[in-house]
């Protein structure tokens, strides 16, 4: 059973610099995961800040980027703003069954 | 514009099977590479994929879960459905839909979501 890791909380000041990590259980993730990274406020649906390791969703600020740091995927927020108060999702493609495993998220505070 | 939006029982009973329905508009189940699926997320809890059902009928399911569900899809009325059957109330939940563009290796546009309860 494939696991995937996040911080389960992570705080950061207004203006400041935060990278969110994904890891797997069973090794390191690479791009061939084409990790995705959500962003979710509470009774709304997630909306999608990264896809493939590094490209931005249309419409997500530049502030965000995505990349793959030693074995694991991460998101780092530069300039992090109040509205970025919110819990932060990956998820990873497993092409060995073709199926995809979310982590379990990030509550990212801002204050 | 892609949209998606899910629709099916908002109360069930443990035991019973629930039907869920994932209407979309702005792309086609027709289009090489492209994959519908299914995630759900209990209150306050993660999220959890489910299935995703490919233009070519290619189906996968998470492995937890593969048992009870099935996903199917009717390209001439742009919807997918998902089952779900012997229900607990720890399926209970915000079930969402989500669209896969070619080559179906990431999820992109969401539905709304759909809330489900599992009581008795």
């Known amino acids: 059973q494939t696991v995937v890791t996040q911080e389960p909380s992570f705080s950061v000041s207004p203006g400041g610099t935060v990278t969110l990590t994904c890891g797997l259980s069973s090794g390191s993730v690479s791009s061939s995961h084409y990790p995705s990274w959500y962003q979710q406020t509470p009774g709304q649906a997630p909306r999608t800040l990264i896809y493939?390791?590094?490209y931005r969703s249309s419409g997500v600020p530049d502030r965000f980027s995505g990349s793959i740091l030693g074995n694991k995927a991460a998101l780092t927020i530069t300039g992090a703003q109040a509205d970025d108060q919110s819990d932060y999702y990956c998820?990873?493609?497993?092409?060995?069954?073709?199926?995809?495993?979310f982590g379990g998220g990030t509550k990212l505070t801002v204050l | 514009q892609m949209t998606l939006k899910e629709s099916g029982p908002t109360l069930m009973k443990p035991t019973q099977t629930l039907t869920l329905t994932c209407s979309f508009s702005?792309?086609?189940?027709?289009?090489?590479?492209?994959?519908v699926g299914w995630i759900r997320q209990p209150p306050g809890k993660a999220l959890e994929w489910l299935a995703l059902?490919?233009?070519?009928?290619?189906?996968r399911y998470s492995p937890s879960l593969k048992s009870r569900l099935t996903i199917t899809k009717d390209t001439s009325k742009n919807q997918v459905v998902l089952t779900m059957t012997n229900l607990d109330p720890v399926d209970t939940g915000t079930y969402f839909c989500?669209?896969?563009?070619?080559?179906?290796?990431?999820?992109?546009?969401w539905g709304q979501g759909t809330l489900v309860t599992v009581s008795s």
């Open positions: 702005g792309f086609s189940l027709r289009t090489s590479g492209v994959g």
């Open positions: 059902i490919y233009w070519n009928d290619d189906k």
């Open positions: 493939s390791t590094n």
């Open positions: 989500v669209y896969s563009p070619p080559p179906g290796t990431i999820l992109t546009y």
């Open positions: 998820v990873v493609y497993i092409p060995s069954s073709r199926n995809w495993v």
